[in-house]
């Protein structure tokens, strides 16, 4: 069970419990579905890229009844149903949708009820708004909601202590100040497709960030990438010479183009010797820096790239740039015991 003081509407009465378990066996098996909906990844011997993946303290209020959530049928008056929530750029069957998944799932804040009931204009909880804008986000990608429910239960599951992995962020280049709240480690594969679309806008999600997230860049090249491993080399070879980030710029634009002629020419660009970078890491000097990396990931349970940890927190939404910033903000919160996390 997780902590009370965080999550305090897990700790459900008898009557929610028993609610929940009619939701739970109304959404069935398409749940299965919902898991690998946004599997936007590079795994071990299979790469997939799915539609529509781009790569002030709130007042005490007593907990709203769960019977005062809409049903889930149509969505025509969902905003005034709960008008707490920023629903204005959803059509109208994404609406329906939405009316569903606020019905079929809890808030995970200070309101113990379900999050239609929640976003009612006389609750007062600070969290319930920030969980409605991210299943809107959901929705508008494209998935059903029972997909939606699903993630929205596996996002905030993980979150406590007990689910992090612990992870070093001083041993791989980094982006951001050293003292943000926020560590986020990401495991790459310089010939996965997904990882090259990552590579396009994580910059500019470290900007976005306004100083609250520092990127850490690990490698996790995939066995069925032939040249994977000694782009990996070069590119620690790169982070020991100041040049990471140029480098790994040109392997990810020229992920199909990574012959030793070409990995020098490359180094050559950015400043580098190439004819040395390759000697040194045929010769297996960056080889324990690498393996490292890939132990580390291996025992987090990692299996496919790019994946992303927030603080030791895996995230488990799509892997594109809206849901790390939203996730990013979330775990500001977290960090600072904030409001937005707990019960008044």
């Not at 965080?6 to 939701?23: C, I, K, Y």
């Not at 992090?164 to 003292?179: E, I, M, Q, V, Y």
Request: charged fraction near 25%; include cysteine.
């Amino acid at each position: 069970m997780l902590p009370s003081r965080l999550f305090p509407s897990l700790e459900r009465n008898r009557q929610m419990e028993s609610a929940e378990m009619v939701l739970l066996s109304r959404r069935g098996v398409a749940l299965a579905a919902g898991f690998l909906a946004f599997a936007c990844a590079c795994k071990n011997g299979a790469t997939s890229l799915p539609s529509g993946a781009q790569a002030q303290e709130p007042a005490k209020t007593s907990p709203a009844p769960a019977s005062a959530a809409p049903s889930s049928s149509g969505g025509g008056d969902a905003r005034a149903l709960m008008p707490r929530a920023d629903l204005r750029d959803l059509s109208p069957e994404q609406l329906a949708t939405f009316r569903e998944v606020a019905s079929d799932t809890f808030d995970y804040a200070g309101c113990n009820s379900t999050l239609a009931a929640c976003l009612r204009a006389d609750v007062k909880d600070k969290h319930a708004p920030r969980m409605a804008r991210l299943a809107a986000l959901l929705i508008k990608d494209g998935l059903s909601g029972p997909q939606v429910v699903d993630h929205l239960e596996r996002y905030y599951a993980s979150f406590p202590k007990d689910k992090r992995a612990f992870l070093k962020s001083d041993d791989c280049a980094t982006l951001g100040p050293d003292k943000a709240p926020v560590t986020m480690i990401e495991y790459s594969d310089f010939q996965c497709p997904h990882c090259a679309v990552a590579a396009r806008w994580l910059h500019s999600v470290i900007e976005s960030a306004e100083g609250q997230a520092r990127l850490c860049s690990k490698y996790f090249p995939l066995p069925q990438h032939p040249r994977a491993a000694i782009a990996a080399a070069c590119a620690e070879y790169a982070r020991n010479k100041g040049k990471f980030w140029p480098l790994s710029a040109l392997f990810f634009e020229h992920q199909e183009e990574l012959g030793d002629e070409e990995l020098k020419s490359y180094a050559k660009q950015v400043g580098l010797n190439g004819a040395e970078m390759l000697q040194q890491a045929y010769a297996g000097k960056f080889q324990a820096a690498v393996d490292k990396h890939v132990a580390e990931a291996t025992a987090a349970n990692l299996h496919a790239t790019p994946t992303f940890y927030l603080n030791g927190r895996q995230l488990t939404l799509p892997p594109k740039a809206e849901y790390i910033l939203f996730s990013i903000q979330d775990e500001v919160e977290w960090t600072k015991g904030g409001s937005a996390w707990e019960k008044e």
